[in-house]
């Protein structure tokens, strides 16, 4: 049981099915505390040089981020709870623990698994490392 009001969860997505899972939890636990929802996308540019950002592949890679993030907008949005989007650059799980921290956040909810090819065997790498690294709770769905 939740011993705390939650206002503000962080939701990291990578368009995966697990990251929609995540998403569908963190819709329903925001609608039981009348929380806002922020979804986090992090695109991974190594050393977060900002030059390799304005690469033909990073645009591409972006517009497909456009969509998703616009699919989990009206997927938010029809459940009538307040919601946010960003989109960062750099190491995932860095940016994803140092972002929580900044904002405040009350809870992080994210998939198991992402989109990598490289397969950990219980969780994935992003998420094994923001479980580890990050001082709020954190919710990992299947």
């Known amino acids: 049981m939740i011993k ?29 505390f009348d929380a806002q929802i922020t979804v986090l996308y992090v695109l991974h540019v190594a050393y977060d040089n900002p030059d390799l950002v304005n690469t033909p592949e990073t645009r591409k890679l972006l517009k497909k981020v456009t969509k998703f993030l616009e699919k989990a907008e009206k997927q938010v949005m029809k459940n009538k709870i307040s919601f946010k989007k960003e989109t960062l650059f750099g190491q995932e799980s860095k940016k994803i623990v140092d972002y929580s921290q900044k904002e405040k956040f009350d809870l992080i909810v994210m998939g198991s698994r992402g989109l990598s090819s490289i397969k950990r065997m219980i969780l994935g790498s992003v998420a094994s490392s923001v479980v580890t690294k990050s001082k709020i709770p954190v919710l990992v769905v299947k």
Request: aromatic content about 6%.
């Open 4 to 32: 705390r009001a939650l206002k503000k969860i962080l939701v990291p997505m990578d368009g995966s099915k697990s990251s929609f899972s995540a998403l569908d939890e963190a819709i329903y636990m925001a609608s039981q």
